[in-house]
């Protein structure tokens, strides 16, 4: 089965807000981590990234965090804007050299009310 | 400019039917990558190519057959289509290290 799941599939927050997205996942040999925003209609946007040899990480609005010992990623979002409003994929970097993949987790739903 | 354009948008076909999804970037990456979307949203990774070679083959059906002319290029053919084929399929680019995926906009393919 996937390695990348996530706990919530739905979301719905109130504009302001901050979010918190969670993902699980189950290689411990992963050792590159990436948060994608999918609004509809279009294709998956790269967000923010995150190595294993950190345990945070910060862009404008958004965090990462890391927790290697239990396997878990979140994404923090800021006061929360309509804008957000999205499906949000962890995807787990697997393999290495030329065989690189990104294994995206089930996606969760986030709903920005006004 | 947009950095990897997929076309067509959408494709409606009948079973049986060959169709063809072309997939070009012009950022200069190596690495190439087909996924597939289903209803669920779920994104699994079909194929990628490195400069031209097939790396990744994720047990697709051999009615599906990606070719690339050059590492700019990586087109996604499929024969005899199937409604199961019906989904979001996308293309995206990465430089050969660890970095992210930039993705298209996507093909909905409707099998009908």
């Known amino acids: 089965g996937e390695s990348v799941g996530l706990h919530l599939p739905t979301l719905s927050v109130q504009e302001g807000d901050n979010s918190i997205i969670n993902c699980a996942y189950s290689?411990?040999?992963?050792?590159?981590f990436i948060w994608y925003k999918q609004e509809s209609g279009k294709g998956p946007q790269f967000i923010i990234d995150?190595?294993?040899?950190?345990d945070k990480r910060q862009g404008q609005r958004v965090t990462v965090l890391l927790n290697k010992t239990v396997k878990h990623l979140s994404l923090q979002i800021a006061a929360t804007q309509p804008g957000d409003s999205a499906v949000y994929f962890c995807?787990?970097?697997?393999?290495?050299?030329?065989?690189?993949?990104?294994?995206f987790g089930k996606g969760t739903l986030l709903t920005v009310n006004p | 400019d947009t950095a990897v354009s997929q076309t067509p948008k959408y494709l409606v076909t009948q079973m049986g039917n060959d169709k063809s999804i072309k997939c070009e970037q012009n950022?200069?990456?190596?690495?190439m990558y087909w996924y597939k979307q289903d209803s669920k949203k779920f994104l699994k990774i079909m194929f990628s190519?490195?400069?031209?070679?097939?790396?990744i083959n994720e047990t697709v059906p051999n009615r599906f057959s990606p070719k690339s002319p050059d590492k700019a290029h990586l087109n996604l053919h499929i024969n005899s289509l199937e409604l199961g084929d019906s989904a979001v399929y996308f293309c995206?680019?990465?430089?050969?290290?660890?970095?992210?995926?930039?993705f298209g906009s996507g093909t909905r393919l409707t099998v009908v």
């Open positions: 995150i190595r294993s040899n950190m």
């Open positions: 995206a680019s990465s430089p050969s290290s660890r970095a992210g995926y930039t």
């Open positions: 290689n411990s040999a992963s050792d590159y």
């Open positions: 950022l200069g990456h190596d690495t």
């Open positions: 995807a787990e970097n697997i393999g290495g050299g030329s065989n690189y993949k990104l294994t």
């Open positions: 190519y490195n400069n031209k070679e097939l790396i």
